[in-house]
């Protein structure tokens, strides 16, 4: 049986026609809860009345082969104002969505102020929020905090992207401070790519009550009569295996149905060139690197940023975005030589896009200057590179010019198989041209709505182009965007120690197929540390495994440690990229790390529970430091394992672990010494094990 919401199931079916909607347990709206509660749903109607008091009208039951649904058509009862809950039970998984329509056939438009997603009431013990909270090249630091009397409201105001500063993504834990593999945990995802507000209040003596929506700021909705407003999905599960839980079922329903279509599809080991050459493209260079890619093992070359432009060729990020040209000073032969080099390597070719961008410097806005967001009267604030704009995806003619951009690039090069699509920059000119003066408020909300459009006409043509979603790194890893796309660059900053942490708070939520991890250079250009090539590659093996850096700068131990890696990379991906994760050791977990060496370690296994991977990080080297046994999770304790080690170090043998066996049982309880300190310390050690 569902374990989650499960009172969500029984107030739906126990609603009667007419009946109240038991408004603070369901849908509060203002006008219809006391005081002293906080509405979900707040608007002004067309005569002004800011009143809602909905009543059932009728239950629909839905029984769809992946979900349940049950849809509960409400009315207000003065005003021709109409709301209908969807409340969707999935059936291999525990997940719940809510969301709402609302309409009317008032005389004139209505203004929606508040329009959340869903509600709920939390009851616990002693109830704690996680919610990732990061930045630009740091994303996805898991915050911990105990709830306490009076409003906790966690947003994100950048515009078009919402997930460098706070995700919204949030997991409560009704006792206490959240653990990793026992306790009961909520999860919750609010899938859109815009502003969000998720608030969590105590207002009353009761308990909590938890609300995630769209954020109001700037965002009065103006809804004409007749006109639809559908809000975001909410998705839900409750665990009572702790964040683990709550993360394994947020991994299963997006591979099944949270992200583009093949999520239960492997993903292709790639070689990406903006690290290595960055703006500097050039056939020759370009070729040689798919030459280091295929002689690797890889299968897939991605040309970054750079070679496009005509009148202003992009050598730089001032210039160029929106003229989606090849520049034939770069690449005389055009993407065609590319193609084709790729095919003649055996691999594949995938390319990089900003489409919603443009520099005030190119020829798109010298054309169109009234295709980009802006506050009319209003000197333009400028973005990235000094000259970097947002375009008006609200605008039908910029949403086709988005459209046609990908759909010349895919038909005139129909062995493009992956598009990198970027989006650097806020909203921070906030108005549009082509909203009416009396709607510029909806510009927050339309521009995600123009987006979706244009991204379902471009999957209904291409359902099977890989498309990566980034966005300065990993500012848009939400599941608004996720729907449509295979998979996101997790993060600009690709220094293998702070990797581990980053992508440790991404798997709160997101599968590792989706988590691009890419092999960089060291020392590393950002930080300037320097990390061996051994732990670069394991750390960037735990997900979507790729390669950052100039091949041509390597030294033949590091060619010769990533073939290997890509090697047993690809033996062990399904497990990797499919199976169920396991967090081990937190990087977070506070260590006296002279005396004790601080670790990092999480494993993947299968539904049979009869193969893992085990993934063991040193993240701190002393000499004389103890070290840490890691005991395992999710394996079958009757089952006896036998271990290898992968990707060893170049020039060394296994350690004393590999060809060992142990019980499922053993392994869980008594867990592994793994040698990551030698007797001589050694910076960044790091280990892979497969158990079968
Ligand atoms: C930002 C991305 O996150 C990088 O990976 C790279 O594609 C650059 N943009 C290119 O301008």
């Known amino acids: 049986m569902k374990r989650s919401l499960i009172y969500l199931s029984i107030m739906c079916a126990c609603l009667s ?36 008091q909905l009543r059932a009208q009728d239950t629909t039951y839905l029984d769809h082969a992946q979900y349940k649904e049950t849809v509960i058509r409400t009315q207000d009862i003065v005003q021709p104002f109409y709301v ?43 109830p704690h929020l996680l919610h990732l909270h990061g930045n630009w090249a740091a994303e996805g630091v898991p915050t911990v905090e105990r709830l306490t009397r009076g409003v906790k409201s966690i947003r994100n105001t950048d515009g078009a992207r ?53 954020d109001p700021m700037a965002s009065e909705y103006i809804l004409e009569p007749k006109q639809t407003f559908t809000t975001p999905h909410l998705a839900y599960t409750y665990s009572t295996e702790g964040m683990g839980g709550v993360s394994r079922a947020f991994h299963r329903w997006a591979r099944n149905c949270g992200m583009m279509h093949n999520g239960n599809a492997t993903r292709n080991i790639l070689l990406n060139s903006w690290e290595g050459i960055y703006f500097d493209i050039t056939e020759e260079r370009i070729i040689a690197m798919m030459n280091d890619i295929a002689s690797f093992g890889g299968e897939l070359f991605v040309m970054d940023d750079g070679w496009f432009g005509s009148k202003y060729p992009r050598n730089n990020d001032s210039s160029s975005l929106g003229d989606w040209v090849v520049d034939t000073r770069k690449l005389p032969n055009g993407l065609k030589a590319l193609t084709d080099a790729a095919r003649e390597r055996h691999i594949q070719f995938g390319i990089w896009i900003e489409p919603e961008a443009v520099n005030t410097t190119s020829e798109l806005f010298e054309k169109h200057p009234e295709w980009v967001l802006q506050e009319r009267g209003r000197e333009l604030k400028l973005g990235r590179g000094g000259t970097q704009l947002v375009l008006d995806m609200t605008n039908p003619k910029v949403q086709d010019f988005v459209f046609n951009l990908v759909d010349t690039l895919l038909t005139n090069n129909p062995e493009i198989v992956y598009i990198k699509w970027d989006a650097n920059a806020s909203i921070q000119n906030c108005g549009s041209t082509y909203l009416p003066r009396d709607k510029q408020s909806n510009l927050y ?38 729907p449509y796309f295979d998979e996101f660059w997790v993060s600009d900053n690709n220094d293998a120690l702070q990797r581990v942490y980053i992508q440790w708070g991404t798997s709160y939520f997101f599968p590792s197929n989706a988590m691009a991890q890419h092999i960089g250079g060291s020392p590393y250009l950002m930080t300037g540390r320097t990390t061996p090539i051994k732990f670069r590659c394991d750390v960037a093996m735990s997900g979507r495994l790729g390669m950052e850096l100039q091949p041509a700068h390597m030294t033949e131990t590091e060619r010769a440690q990533c073939t290997t890696a890509i090697h047993d990379y690809k033996a062990l991906r399904e497990l990797i990229q499919l199976g169920n994760l396991y967090r081990l050791v937190s990087p977070y977990e506070p260590v006296p790390v002279v005396e004790k060496q601080q670790v990092a370690s999480l494993m993947y296994i299968n539904d049979n529970k009869d193969h893992a991977v085990l993934f063991a990080y040193g993240l701190s080297s002393f000499m004389k430091q103890a070290s840490r046994r890691i005991r395992l999770a999710g ?56 158990l079968k």
Request: contains cysteine; charged residues 20%.
């Open 445 to 482: 909300v339309d521009y995600h709505l123009g987006l979706i459009k244009t991204l379902e006409r471009i999957r209904a043509k291409y359902p099977n182009v890989t498309i990566q979603n980034c966005a300065s790194g990993g500012g848009r890893a939400n599941y608004g965007l996720m």
């Open 84 to 126: 209908t809950l969807h409340v969707r039970q999935y059936k291999e998984v525990d997940i719940t969505e809510t969301w709402y329509e609302i309409r009317h056939t008032e005389k004139k438009p209505v203004r929606l102020q508040r329009f959340d997603s869903g509600y709920l009431p939390i009851e616990g013990d002693d």
């Open 162 to 214: 919402n997930a460098h500063l706070d995700a919204p993504e949030v997991m409560i834990s009704l006792d206490g401070v959240p653990q990793e593999n026992y306790g009961r945990v909520l999860g919750a995802a609010l899938c859109w790519s815009g502003n969000f507000e998720i608030r969590v209040a105590a207002t009353d003596e009761k308990g909590f009550h938890f609300y995630a929506g769209i």
């Open 17 to 52: 026609v007419g009946a109240r909607l038991h408004a603070i347990e369901m849908l509060p709206t203002f006008g219809d809860i006391d005081h002293i509660h906080l509405p979900a749903l707040l608007v002004q109607h067309a005569d002004g009345d800011q009143s809602l």
């Open 635 to 690: 394996l079958d304790p009757t089952r006896t394992y036998t271990l290898t080690e992968r990707n060893i170090r170049h020039g060394e043998q296994p350690c004393a672990l590999h060809g060992q066996s142990f019980t499922g049982a053993y392994l869980m309880s008594v867990g592994l010494d793994i040698p990551l300190s030698t007797e001589y310390a050694i910076d960044y050690p790091s280990r892979i094990f497969e």
